[in-house]
């Protein structure tokens, strides 16, 4: 079993800042890839932001200058540094851990948190 557990959303007024925390525990033998969603009501989730274990990042155009994510390998940890927030920024943001499990099986797992709310006043 993998858990995945979002900590850091909140409100915030347009131009600030926020920094999103994601702790994954449970039987890893390791992580591959976490990244960070995001979904409104009227859109489907999207991609935000990727990084490998190796450190190569990934980021939707919409957040690229603005955002920044980062890892903590020993923490089984990422972040998400949010910068110059925007009201569209509003959405609920989860978190999602690729990796293998520590099991004989080495059996891979693709999991999700539960999310957290990340609203940005205009």
């Known amino acids: 079993q993998v858990q995945v557990v979002e900590s850091g959303g909140g409100l915030v007024q347009a131009g600030g800042s926020l920094r999103l925390s994601c702790a994954v525990s449970?039987?890893?033998?390791?992580?591959?890839?976490m990244g960070w969603y995001r979904q409104t009501p009227e859109k489907q989730r999207e991609l935000v932001a990727t990084i490998t274990n190796g450190g190569s990042t990934n980021y939707a155009d919409s957040v690229k200058g603005r955002f920044t994510i980062s890892r903590d390998n020993a923490k089984n940890t990422v972040y998400l540094q949010m910068n110059s927030l925007k009201p569209e920024d509003t959405a609920v943001y989860y978190c999602n851990a690729i990796g293998r499990g520590s099991s004989w099986l080495r059996a891979p797992f693709n999991s999700w948190g539960p999310g957290t709310q990340v609203t940005v006043s205009s």
């Open positions: 449970g039987s890893i033998f390791s992580i591959n890839a």
